[in-house]
């Protein structure tokens, strides 16, 4: 049900992606990784009836208990409110996230993206903060983006990588800011910036000024 719901909604939601990026995106989502974040948000963990090994052990927030839990959870809400009652209750859920990670695929990786517009820009390459807190198996990462010996943008996550690139994606939106101005810090400036360009140059399409006699003349 699961797999279901977010293949039909990402066929629905972003036609734009390649076959390719759909089956990454749902994969992705679709993962222990994504499951069990969403599991602690529910306090599935606190739910749960383990042994006594198993619960001294951090069972609780082991993350292939809570994915596992999790999917138990839709299977509940189909079983009792149907096809339509689970659709929404994982697109509740999940739906941020299965936006944030198809953002990421038409975009490119935030961390590469950072690390072409520095040098674009003349900055030097990004380099990365990173600390962590909580028990072994419940760790928090945060990572802190600096360029330039400028702190950028701060990211959070269950693992170093994903804190590096939320950071990565803050850090990115600043130097567009700069760069572009504040209508450009967004999704559409990363899309203009797909084609590799001259440092401090933007791609631009020359367009023919009808004004110039040279142009409305026959050769």
Known sequence: MLGLVITAHLY????????????????AVVSTQALAPAAEELGIGEALLLGKGEASSGGR????????????VIGAVYLTAGIEG????VLDLLGSLVSDIAAEARLGDPKGRLQELAAQMVLGPPSYVVSERGPDHAKRFTADA???????????????KEAERRAAAVALDALLNRRTGPAMGDSAALLRLGGRTPAGHETTQSVPDER?????KGA
């Open 12 to 27: 629905a939601s972003f036609p734009d992606l390649p076959e390719g990026d759909l089956a990454r995106v749902r994969a």
């Open 61 to 72: 927030h082991k993350a292939s208990i809570l994915a596992d839990c999790v999917e138990a």
């Open 86 to 89: 689970a659709r929404e209750f």
């Open 146 to 160: 600096v360029v330039a010996g400028e702190h950028l943008g701060i990211g959070d996550g269950h693992s170093k």
């Open 212 to 216: 110039d006699p040279s142009l409305t």
